[in-house]
């Protein structure tokens, strides 16, 4: 099974999404194609109004995720990011 239909969390989340996705159907049939981008870059906040980077397997170039990844890579790597405001050097 795909989608994570074997965990049942990620199955009743995914049936959440599924449900909200009609309800925001029936309210408003061209949803769609009226939808606003999304500030972040996630299409699931586009469409759902929530993100939820557990449950998206979709887009592997999501922001979200790619941010997620580095976070964590830094961390399990001891990297510091230091912003440095001084342009003088």
């Not at 159907?25 to 972040?40: D, T």
């Not at 997620?68 to 342009?87: F, G, H, P, V």
């Amino acid at each position: 099974m795909s989608w994570g239909m074997e965990d049942p969390k990620k199955r009743e989340d995914i049936l959440y999404l599924m449900e909200l996705s009609t309800k925001k159907m029936m309210e408003n049939p061209n949803y769609v194609n009226e939808v606003k981008k999304s500030s972040n870059g996630c299409w699931m906040d586009q469409m759902y109004g929530i993100q939820r980077c557990d449950i998206c397997d979709l887009d592997n170039d999501c922001p979200g995720k790619l941010e997620k990844l580095w976070q964590e890579y830094c961390e399990a790597n001891n990297i510091i990011i230091e912003k440095n405001s001084d342009n003088n050097h």
